[in-house]
């Protein structure tokens, strides 16, 4: 009974951080994206696939979170995007007050869209609102089709699904009908994106369905999506 | 301060559960492995691989741990291999008293080694006893060679680490030398498997290892390690 209590109070008071940040992203005009995968899904890579879909005079964040190292931001940065990276130690997820203490180290009012890359984790992200407009899971077909399945909470909370390494179905034995029944069991409403960040497929769309989020209209110039890098 | 002081008194409760688990092992003469991954590395076909390589006379079993689903356990069931499946919910890794409960649910007696297939992730499992012999992580090639940089933890609380999908480095533009600098520096004692589950290459070597950790030394039949199904 103690455990479930104080389990509430962490919960309420990240709720409660979670909306100051909210507010902080309504005041400076930024749209926000949580996403959320297993390690080595592709989450940077789909962030670095996707940037140079973004409309001209759309700016870019990006915040990175790691149990531990700085190899993401770092990729980030060498695209000259303004990123911060959190270590978390030991936490399995990022909690709205790390992400309220990164902001200070962001250009926040001249960054349009925030990707906050969620530590490499299927279910305990799921658990903390970080005060984002969206929650993207990124999910992998070299993890196999059964992940909606034995992660339920993580796709039930998703917006959108972005399956990347589409192009490797083949190798992996990868079914596909599976994979999207299991994703609408649990979540009817969620769009699937099916991308390869290594070949750029499919990240036009993913891109064009984001900006429509954001209320734009602009895709990702052809010549960009077939190779995004 | 009172979250601290919960964590720990779980942690102690866990400990002793966990010691509870290992002498009902010894009682039964059960050799216990935790195998420890992120979603998708190939728990499940690591130990499939693995089983056809026991020496004749050695029982396995397998505990399957998921937050849903009873996809694994229906394919350890299917080659005739005692298992249970342990379902935890939203609970992101297994705990002693989850296995402790399990147990009854098995023939530990005419099992001799018993793989405990943790849920997958990377973070959490590092951190909760169960009483098993050996902790094993499964890392995967498409999974990035950076893992032991970003999950340094669970690399550092391994006995041996098994690198699956081996043969798909190439695929994935995988750098093995910066992989294994990663684990040799959180955890130079831990030896390093290469493995592919789906063609057999590697197998041999790990079974080989863990029989010697049985006190076994019957290697794998090669026409079976070629081809392990």
């Known amino acids: 009974m103690t455990k479930i209590s104080v389990i509430k109070e962490i919960m309420g008071a990240n709720d409660q951080v979670a909306a100051q940040n909210r507010g902080r992203f309504d005041a400076s005009g930024t749209f926000v994206i949580n996403l959320m995968a297993a390690p080595g899904a592709g989450k940077t890579s789909l962030i670095l696939a996707t940037v140079p879909c973004l409309p001209s005079g759309i700016g870019p964040g990006v915040i990175e979170g790691d149990l531990a190292s700085t190899i993401d931001a770092e990729k980030v940065a060498a695209r000259g995007i303004p990123v911060v990276q959190i270590n978390t130690g030991g936490n399995c997820h990022l909690d709205a007050s790390m992400v309220q203490n990164a902001l200070p180290h962001l250009p926040l009012d001249s960054i349009d869209v925030l990707f906050i890359e969620n530590v490499g984790n299927l279910i305990c992200p799921a658990n903390f609102a970080l005060g984002a407009d969206l929650a993207v899971v990124v999910a992998s077909v070299s993890e196999g089709h059964d992940k909606p399945y034995k992660y339920p ?4 909370a998703a917006d959108a699904v972005v399956l990347n390494k589409a192009d490797l179905q ?60």
């Open 153 to 156: 909470a993580i796709f039930a």
């Open 170 to 229: 083949e190798v992996f034995d990868f079914d596909l009908d599976f994979f999207r029944r299991g994703v609408e069991m649990v979540n009817p409403a969620a769009p699937l994106f099916l991308v390869s960040c290594r070949t750029g497929a499919g990240i036009e769309e993913w891109a064009a369905w984001l900006m429509k989020q954001m209320g734009q209209v602009a895709p990702c110039p052809p010549s960009q999506t077939s190779r995004p890098r």
